[in-house]
């Protein structure tokens, strides 16, 4: 047990050292304005590598050159005498004194000490330790843009955005890894803060910190942008559509990147799941609302802006109450879309309560949105475009497998994924149905009124009421 103590602590002092290391090798690389205004930082910087012990001298050293600096010489200490003790000081004082050892180099040895008070001075010195197992090496690859492969993103900073507000946009638009981090390093540069601007900003992932400021500070240039609307219950393809009419960029491209590029710098992207047979894994979260797209922008950055905002939309709230109902965020959507279809209205939860209660009692959900029937005119997901153009062509060619996982009359649970993008009145709908609501079956007559029926003869009966009145679909 004190060995592995002793290696721990011997561990945690040469990784000190090797930190004195690469703050000198940050401090060689600063402009005189930048050592002018870092003065007092840097001097503490000197005073600690000077009191260094020999053996971590030479690790500081041998890190010194691995990173292509030179070490800040020790200079021996002056010819030490008695000191004379004033009165009010103790006497065991010179006493420690008189018994310290000294090392080769004529210097005191000081006892071995935790060094934690040095994450102030990397702080100080620009490069944070947020947490115990975020390494220098980590944050030295951070803050000079080495973050793997480089993604191309436009950043929209709001007006009157904090410097905490800028740095959590930029992590979450996956420019930076650490928002944390990078208001550390810009409130360590003085007045730098103050110089950022508003606006949208084309970055990469691969931009060192300073980079990045470099273009926050650049007054924004005007660009054309084009308003375009998606209305609550569209699908992708229809998504898709609206962006061609809008001259934004071609639905084929549209499509290809919101069902198969890499979305990963959003919390949901994960939790989706990965179902068999689904026809488009857009499908569901592309949010519904009125967006800002600039002219000649790449359809990454146009989606990404899509699948952004629904990822501000599913808070922690309704995660956890898709846990509590054992629903992956993936079926918690795809109900969603089957209550946004079926209703979208002030009886979205009586619908989705219909829907809960029928999977728990085992029984097909029964929507005519998703049925494994060749009719036109019924709103039909898969008449309408697994077999349309932008899907398989035509009704034969459509995988059989994938008619049966999405038909909700023959296939018992969910389809395999969303039939249209949900809003927020359907989501929360489908998380938090009507409670104490046992009805089983509804159905819509052609003036739009929702009958409700908790028995299969009370439903074919409001069948036969509706079909003798001439309003029946």
Known sequence: MEENKTANTIAAQEEYARQLAGLSARVSAMTVEQRERNAEKIEELHRRIQALPEDLYEVYAQEAHALGGEPEPQTPPPARGKRQRNAEEPEYDDEEDEAAEYDSRGRKKKPRRNHGCLIVLLVLLLIPLIAAGCGYFWLKAEVAGSRGEAVTQTVS?????????????????????????????????????????????????????DEIIHVLQEANVYRQTVRVTFPEGKTAIQYAQIMEEAGLCSAQEFLA???????????????????????????????????EFFVGDNAYNMVAKLYEQFDSKITDEMYQRMEELDMTL??????????????????????????????????????????????????????????????????????EAMREAYDTYDHYGLPAGPVSNPGMLAIEAALWPEENCDYLYFQTDTLGNYHFARTNAEHERITAELEEQGIRP
């Open 157 to 209: 900073i709001k007006k009157g955005s904090s410097l905490t507000m800028i740095g959590d946009q930029l992590q979450k638009s996956g420019i930076i890894q650490s928002g944390m981090v990078f208001r550390l390093y810009v409130r360590s540069l003085e007045g730098v803060a103050d110089t950022l601007q508003y606006g949208t900003f084309e970055m990469t992932s691969d931009m060192s910190y």
């Open 257 to 291: 990147v919101a069902n198969y590029q890499d979305f990963s710098q959003f919390r949901f992207w994960e939790k989706r799941g990965s179902a068999p047979n689904v026809f488009m894994r857009a499908e569901g979260y592309l949010f519904p609302d009125t967006y």
């Open 330 to 399: 993936s079926e918690a959507i795809t109900l969603a879309s089957l209550v946004q279809e079926e209703a979208g209205n002030e009886h979205s939860k009586t619908v989705s309560a219909v829907f809960h209660n029928r999977l728990d009692n085992e029984m097909t959900l029964g929507s005519n949105v998703a049925w494994n029937k060749e009719k036109a005119n019924d709103n039909n997901y898969i008449y309408d475009w697994m077999a349309g153009p932008f899907g398989y062509g035509d009704w034969n060619s459509i995988p």
